[in-house]
Protein backbone atom coordinates (compact mmCIF):
# COMPACT_ATOMS: atom_id res chain seq x y z
CA UNK A 1 0.00 0.00 0.00
CA UNK A 2 0.91 3.69 -0.40
CA UNK A 3 0.96 6.15 2.43
CA UNK A 4 -0.15 8.97 0.15
CA UNK A 5 -4.24 10.33 1.39
CA UNK A 6 -4.80 7.45 3.69
CA UNK A 7 -5.99 8.76 7.19
CA UNK A 8 -3.60 6.93 9.79
CA UNK A 9 -3.16 6.01 13.54
CA UNK A 10 -0.26 5.78 15.32
CA UNK A 11 -0.28 4.42 18.81
CA UNK A 12 2.72 5.38 21.04
CA UNK A 13 3.57 7.79 18.70
CA UNK A 14 4.76 10.75 20.98
CA UNK A 15 8.26 8.61 20.94
CA UNK A 16 11.13 6.74 19.86
CA UNK A 17 9.81 4.45 16.47
CA UNK A 18 6.08 5.70 16.82
CA UNK A 19 6.86 9.32 16.41
CA UNK A 20 9.29 8.19 13.62
CA UNK A 21 6.26 6.18 11.68
CA UNK A 22 3.99 9.12 12.12
CA UNK A 23 7.01 11.50 10.27
CA UNK A 24 7.38 9.25 7.80
CA UNK A 25 3.89 9.03 7.09
CA UNK A 26 3.29 12.79 7.11
CA UNK A 27 6.89 12.84 4.52
CA UNK A 28 4.76 10.21 2.05
CA UNK A 29 1.58 12.82 1.84
CA UNK A 30 -0.72 10.77 4.42
CA UNK A 31 -3.98 12.54 4.63
CA UNK A 32 -4.40 12.58 8.45
CA UNK A 33 -2.18 10.86 11.22
CA UNK A 34 -3.68 10.66 14.65
CA UNK A 35 -0.87 10.42 17.40
CA UNK A 36 -2.20 8.62 20.25
CA UNK A 37 -0.11 8.12 23.64
CA UNK A 38 -0.17 8.43 27.42
CA UNK A 39 1.65 10.98 26.88
CA UNK A 40 -0.40 13.49 25.49
CA UNK A 41 1.89 16.43 25.89
CA UNK A 42 4.73 14.63 22.99
CA UNK A 43 1.67 13.39 21.00
CA UNK A 44 0.71 17.05 20.58
CA UNK A 45 4.36 18.21 20.46
CA UNK A 46 4.85 15.44 17.34
CA UNK A 47 1.21 16.83 15.60
CA UNK A 48 2.48 20.14 15.92
CA UNK A 49 6.17 19.08 14.40
CA UNK A 50 4.02 17.72 11.43
CA UNK A 51 1.33 20.32 11.07
CA UNK A 52 -2.34 20.25 9.95
CA UNK A 53 -2.63 17.04 8.71
CA UNK A 54 -2.11 15.54 12.36
CA UNK A 55 -3.49 15.80 15.69
CA UNK A 56 -2.47 14.67 19.09
CA UNK A 57 -4.82 12.67 21.48
CA UNK A 58 -4.44 11.29 25.28
CA UNK A 59 -4.95 7.25 24.82
CA UNK A 60 -4.09 4.73 26.83
CA UNK A 61 -4.04 1.27 24.69
CA UNK A 62 -4.78 -0.73 27.81
CA UNK A 63 -7.99 1.11 27.80
CA UNK A 64 -10.71 -1.89 26.43
CA UNK A 65 -12.60 0.84 24.46
CA UNK A 66 -9.84 2.83 23.28
CA UNK A 67 -9.71 1.83 19.86
CA UNK A 68 -13.16 2.83 19.23
CA UNK A 69 -12.26 5.71 20.44
CA UNK A 70 -9.58 6.74 17.85
CA UNK A 71 -11.81 5.88 15.35
CA UNK A 72 -14.17 7.91 16.34
CA UNK A 73 -11.15 10.93 17.11
CA UNK A 74 -9.96 10.22 13.64
CA UNK A 75 -13.44 10.88 11.84
CA UNK A 76 -13.77 14.02 14.10
CA UNK A 77 -10.64 15.41 13.18
CA UNK A 78 -10.48 14.32 9.38
CA UNK A 79 -13.80 15.16 7.97
CA UNK A 80 -15.23 12.27 8.62
CA UNK A 81 -13.04 9.57 7.02
CA UNK A 82 -12.58 5.94 8.29
CA UNK A 83 -8.91 4.77 9.81
CA UNK A 84 -7.12 3.10 6.56
CA UNK A 85 -3.86 2.46 8.14
CA UNK A 86 -3.37 1.57 12.21
CA UNK A 87 0.09 1.23 13.82
CA UNK A 88 -0.54 -0.93 16.93
CA UNK A 89 2.94 0.25 18.07
CA UNK A 90 2.60 1.24 22.02
CA UNK A 91 4.69 -1.09 23.77
CA UNK A 92 6.47 -1.77 27.24
CA UNK A 93 9.29 -3.57 28.67
CA UNK A 94 8.76 -4.65 32.07
CA UNK A 95 9.77 -7.22 34.08
CA UNK A 96 13.53 -8.16 34.72
CA UNK A 97 14.03 -11.91 34.83
CA UNK A 98 10.51 -13.85 35.66
CA UNK A 99 8.83 -10.61 36.50
CA UNK A 100 5.84 -9.90 38.94
CA UNK A 101 2.46 -10.35 38.77
CA UNK A 102 1.33 -6.51 37.97
CA UNK A 103 4.54 -6.19 35.75
CA UNK A 104 2.81 -9.59 33.22
CA UNK A 105 -0.98 -8.10 33.50
CA UNK A 106 0.57 -4.73 32.33
CA UNK A 107 2.43 -6.50 29.84
CA UNK A 108 -0.05 -8.52 28.30
CA UNK A 109 -2.62 -5.79 28.17
CA UNK A 110 -0.27 -3.48 26.14
CA UNK A 111 2.16 -5.70 24.19
CA UNK A 112 -1.06 -8.28 23.23
CA UNK A 113 -4.69 -7.20 24.46
CA UNK A 114 -4.66 -3.86 22.99
CA UNK A 115 -3.64 -5.53 19.38
CA UNK A 116 -6.21 -7.51 19.52
CA UNK A 117 -9.39 -4.46 20.82
CA UNK A 118 -7.56 -2.62 17.91
CA UNK A 119 -8.63 -5.35 15.64
CA UNK A 120 -11.87 -5.95 17.14
CA UNK A 121 -12.44 -1.88 16.49
CA UNK A 122 -11.31 -2.00 13.27
CA UNK A 123 -12.04 -5.29 11.31
CA UNK A 124 -16.05 -4.45 10.77
CA UNK A 125 -15.11 -1.13 8.59
CA UNK A 126 -12.17 -2.87 6.76
CA UNK A 127 -13.84 -5.84 5.83
CA UNK A 128 -17.08 -4.05 4.54
CA UNK A 129 -14.82 -1.79 2.10
CA UNK A 130 -12.12 -4.76 1.59
CA UNK A 131 -9.34 -3.02 2.63
CA UNK A 132 -7.46 -1.69 5.82
CA UNK A 133 -3.69 -2.05 7.05
CA UNK A 134 -2.75 -3.04 10.52
CA UNK A 135 1.22 -2.65 11.41
CA UNK A 136 1.99 -4.73 14.68
CA UNK A 137 5.18 -3.00 16.52
CA UNK A 138 6.26 -6.68 17.84
CA UNK A 139 10.10 -7.08 18.17
CA UNK A 140 12.81 -9.49 17.05
CA UNK A 141 12.08 -10.99 20.75
CA UNK A 142 8.83 -12.16 19.57
CA UNK A 143 10.48 -14.12 16.38
CA UNK A 144 13.37 -15.30 18.83
CA UNK A 145 13.08 -14.40 22.59
CA UNK A 146 14.73 -11.46 25.33
CA UNK A 147 17.52 -12.48 27.19
CA UNK A 148 16.59 -10.79 30.62
CA UNK A 149 13.03 -10.54 30.45
CA UNK A 150 10.22 -13.08 30.37
CA UNK A 151 7.35 -10.77 30.33
CA UNK A 152 8.82 -9.22 27.42
CA UNK A 153 9.96 -12.37 25.45
CA UNK A 154 6.60 -14.17 25.83
CA UNK A 155 3.94 -11.21 25.42
CA UNK A 156 6.18 -10.03 22.30
CA UNK A 157 5.92 -13.71 21.12
CA UNK A 158 1.77 -13.29 21.03
CA UNK A 159 1.91 -10.01 19.47
CA UNK A 160 3.92 -12.21 16.78
CA UNK A 161 1.40 -14.90 16.64
CA UNK A 162 -1.45 -12.43 16.90
CA UNK A 163 -0.45 -10.70 14.00
CA UNK A 164 0.16 -14.05 12.11
CA UNK A 165 -3.16 -15.46 12.53
CA UNK A 166 -4.83 -11.68 11.81
CA UNK A 167 -3.34 -12.02 7.99
CA UNK A 168 -4.19 -15.65 7.66
CA UNK A 169 -7.86 -15.07 8.40
CA UNK A 170 -8.23 -11.91 6.66
CA UNK A 171 -5.47 -10.98 4.24
CA UNK A 172 -7.65 -12.87 1.35
CA UNK A 173 -10.12 -9.85 2.02
CA UNK A 174 -7.84 -7.35 1.26
CA UNK A 175 -6.69 -6.62 5.00
CA UNK A 176 -3.02 -5.95 5.19
CA UNK A 177 -1.22 -7.10 8.09
CA UNK A 178 2.67 -6.66 8.56
CA UNK A 179 4.55 -7.28 11.90
CA UNK A 180 7.64 -4.81 12.52
CA UNK A 181 10.46 -7.30 14.44
CA UNK A 182 13.86 -5.10 15.00
CA UNK A 183 16.35 -5.75 17.11
CA UNK A 184 17.51 -2.51 18.97
CA UNK A 185 16.46 1.15 18.26
CA UNK A 186 17.55 3.98 19.82
CA UNK A 187 14.47 5.15 21.96
CA UNK A 188 13.60 5.55 25.82
CA UNK A 189 12.33 2.36 26.00
CA UNK A 190 15.71 0.94 25.37
CA UNK A 191 17.78 2.62 27.96
CA UNK A 192 14.60 1.63 30.32
CA UNK A 193 14.36 -1.79 30.02
CA UNK A 194 16.65 -3.21 31.89
CA UNK A 195 18.47 -6.46 31.72
CA UNK A 196 16.94 -6.71 28.59
CA UNK A 197 17.67 -3.45 27.26
CA UNK A 198 21.93 -3.97 28.08
CA UNK A 199 21.42 -7.57 26.24
CA UNK A 200 19.50 -5.85 23.41
CA UNK A 201 22.18 -2.82 23.18
CA UNK A 202 25.21 -5.29 23.20
CA UNK A 203 23.94 -7.81 20.99
CA UNK A 204 23.84 -6.02 17.46
CA UNK A 205 23.56 -2.55 15.56
CA UNK A 206 20.94 0.08 17.53
CA UNK A 207 19.67 1.51 14.43
CA UNK A 208 17.74 5.18 14.59
CA UNK A 209 13.93 5.48 14.59
CA UNK A 210 13.54 6.71 11.30
CA UNK A 211 15.96 4.18 9.63
CA UNK A 212 13.05 1.90 11.29
CA UNK A 213 10.32 3.85 9.58
CA UNK A 214 11.72 4.27 6.57
CA UNK A 215 12.52 0.18 6.35
CA UNK A 216 8.51 -0.05 7.31
CA UNK A 217 7.24 1.84 4.56
CA UNK A 218 9.32 0.14 2.34
CA UNK A 219 7.83 -3.25 3.29
CA UNK A 220 4.22 -2.20 3.38
CA UNK A 221 4.58 -0.64 -0.45
CA UNK A 222 5.90 -4.55 -0.75
CA UNK A 223 3.50 -6.02 1.15
CA UNK A 224 5.63 -8.44 3.00
CA UNK A 225 4.37 -9.69 6.34
CA UNK A 226 7.35 -9.60 8.66
CA UNK A 227 9.25 -6.08 8.66
CA UNK A 228 13.12 -6.97 9.43
CA UNK A 229 14.84 -3.39 9.76
CA UNK A 230 17.60 -5.80 11.26
CA UNK A 231 17.78 -8.50 8.50
CA UNK A 232 20.01 -10.91 10.14
CA UNK A 233 16.68 -11.50 12.62
CA UNK A 234 15.76 -13.55 9.34
CA UNK A 235 19.09 -15.52 9.85
CA UNK A 236 18.80 -16.00 13.66
CA UNK A 237 14.81 -17.00 12.89
CA UNK A 238 15.97 -19.76 10.97
CA UNK A 239 18.88 -21.26 12.87
CA UNK A 240 16.13 -21.27 15.41
CA UNK A 241 13.72 -23.23 13.07
CA UNK A 242 16.67 -25.83 12.27
CA UNK A 243 18.10 -26.36 15.34
CA UNK A 244 15.98 -25.63 18.19
CA UNK A 245 18.70 -27.10 20.57
CA UNK A 246 21.37 -25.81 19.06
CA UNK A 247 19.93 -22.40 18.69
CA UNK A 248 18.89 -22.50 22.65
CA UNK A 249 22.21 -23.51 23.65
CA UNK A 250 23.57 -20.42 21.45
CA UNK A 251 21.28 -18.21 23.45
CA UNK A 252 22.46 -19.58 26.80
CA UNK A 253 26.36 -18.91 25.44
CA UNK A 254 24.95 -15.18 24.45
CA UNK A 255 23.34 -14.66 27.68
CA UNK A 256 26.60 -15.81 30.10
CA UNK A 257 28.65 -13.75 27.77
CA UNK A 258 26.81 -10.59 27.76
CA UNK A 259 25.49 -10.08 31.56
CA UNK A 260 29.21 -11.32 32.81
CA UNK A 261 30.92 -8.26 31.05
CA UNK A 262 30.38 -4.97 33.18
CA UNK A 263 27.22 -2.93 32.60
N1 LIG B 1 13.50 0.39 21.14
C1 LIG B 1 13.75 -0.88 20.82
O1 LIG B 1 14.91 -1.33 20.86
C2 LIG B 1 12.63 -1.77 20.36
C3 LIG B 1 12.96 -3.00 19.75
C4 LIG B 1 11.94 -3.84 19.34
C5 LIG B 1 10.62 -3.45 19.50
N2 LIG B 1 10.32 -2.26 20.10
C6 LIG B 1 8.91 -1.91 20.26
O2 LIG B 1 8.66 -0.67 19.63
C7 LIG B 1 7.49 -0.08 20.18
C8 LIG B 1 7.73 1.38 20.42
O3 LIG B 1 8.71 1.51 21.43
P1 LIG B 1 9.89 2.58 21.36
O4 LIG B 1 11.16 1.83 21.42
O5 LIG B 1 9.66 3.56 20.29
O6 LIG B 1 9.72 3.21 22.82
P2 LIG B 1 9.40 4.68 23.34
O7 LIG B 1 9.45 4.56 24.81
O8 LIG B 1 10.24 5.70 22.66
O9 LIG B 1 7.89 4.91 22.85
C9 LIG B 1 6.83 4.20 23.36
C10 LIG B 1 5.63 5.14 23.44
O10 LIG B 1 4.50 4.37 23.83
C11 LIG B 1 3.78 5.11 24.77
N3 LIG B 1 2.98 4.22 25.61
C12 LIG B 1 3.41 3.34 26.55
N4 LIG B 1 2.37 2.72 27.12
C13 LIG B 1 1.26 3.21 26.51
C14 LIG B 1 -0.12 2.98 26.67
N5 LIG B 1 -0.57 2.13 27.61
N6 LIG B 1 -0.99 3.63 25.87
C15 LIG B 1 -0.54 4.52 24.95
N7 LIG B 1 0.75 4.81 24.76
C16 LIG B 1 1.64 4.16 25.54
C17 LIG B 1 4.82 5.86 25.58
O11 LIG B 1 4.27 6.98 26.25
C18 LIG B 1 5.82 6.24 24.49
O12 LIG B 1 5.52 7.51 23.93
C19 LIG B 1 7.16 -0.91 21.42
O13 LIG B 1 6.10 -1.80 21.13
C20 LIG B 1 8.44 -1.69 21.69
O14 LIG B 1 8.21 -2.89 22.39
C21 LIG B 1 11.30 -1.41 20.53
Not at 50 to 62: F, N, Y
Not at 161 to 190: D, H, K, N, R
Request: glycine residues 12%.
Amino acid sequence: MEMRDQVVVVTGGASGIGKALALQCAAEGAAGILIADLDAEGADAVAREIGPAAVGVLCDVADPDHAHKLIAAAAEAFGGRPVDVFFANAGIAVGDGLGDPGEWALAVDVNVAAHVVAARALLPGWLERGRGTFVCTASAAGLLSQIGSAPYAVTKHAAVAFSEWLSITYGGQGVQVACLCPMGVATPLLETAGTAGRVVRASGPVLAPAEVAEVVMGTLRTGEFLILPHPEVLDYLRHKGTDYDRWIGGMRRLQAAILSEAP
